[in-house]
Each structure stands twice: as structure tokens, then as C-alpha cells.
Nanobody, 113 residues
Framework: QVQLVESGGGLVQPGGSLSLSCVVS????????MGWYRQAPGKQRELVAT???????NYADSVKGRFTISRDKAKNTVYLQMNSLKPEDTADYYC???????WGQGTQVTVSS
């Protein structure tokens, strides 16, 4: 069974940056389309960004120009670089193999002064 393990969350001031990582336990990682989602308190989980096996990316309008998703096939890892963070980016962030019910445990991001 594939496992996803996120890391890199934390507390950051508005305007700051964080980098999230998600390690995939299977060597067939290169075959998986991957995504990052987030869920703020009291809200539904929403798409943040996706990256397919060819490296094509897609972003929610709210994060375009600020967040960058990438993947390192050698490390079985997908990243989410988050810049110019805003308080409304505060949420639990989850990585997933898109189109499946495989999710990580989540990592918390808090943007506050």
C-alpha cells in the first residue's frame, strides 16, 4: 500500500515563505499524478495545485504566482513552495495521488503575525 508523508508546515508571518514536502513510499512514484489540497477550519478541502507525470502543473486561482508545485522522481517527493503567504492560506495541507483516495496525514500551516 502506498503511503504519503508530508512535512514542512509551521507558523510563518504574512509575506513569508514555507516549503512543504511529500514523500511517496513506492518507487513507482514517477507514474503517479500528484496534488496538494488544503482544508481550513470549518471549510471544505480545496485544490491547491497538481502536477502530472509529465510535469505539467495546475493551480488554484488563489495561489497562482505565489505557490509552485514540483516533483523529484529520484527522491519520490513532491514539493509545494509557498511564497508571499497570507493569513487566508492558513490550513492543513495534504498531498494526494490525484484521482485516488490515497492521502497523507496532513501538515499544518499557520500564517499569522
Amino acid at each position: 500500500q502506498v503511503q504519503l508523508v508530508e512535512s514542512g508546515g509551521g507558523l510563518v508571518q504574512p509575506g513569508g515563505s514555507l516549503s512543504l514536502s511529500c514523500v511517496v513510499s513506492r518507487t513507482s512514484f514517477s507514474l503517479f499524478p500528484m496534488g496538494w489540497y488544503r482544508q481550513a477550519p470549518g471549510k471544505q478541502r480545496e485544490l491547491v495545485a497538481t502536477i502530472n507525470t509529465s510535469g505539467s502543473t495546475n493551480y488554484a486561482d488563489s495561489v497562482k504566482g505565489r505557490f509552485t508545485i514540483s516533483r523529484d522522481k529520484a527522491k519520490n517527493t513532491v514539493y509545494l513552495q509557498m511564497n508571499s503567504l497570507k493569513p487566508e492560506d492558513t490550513a492543513d495541507y495534504y498531498c494526494t495521488i490525484t484521482g485516488t483516495n490515497t492521502w497523507g496525514q496532513g501538515t499544518q500551516v499557520t500564517v499569522s503575525s
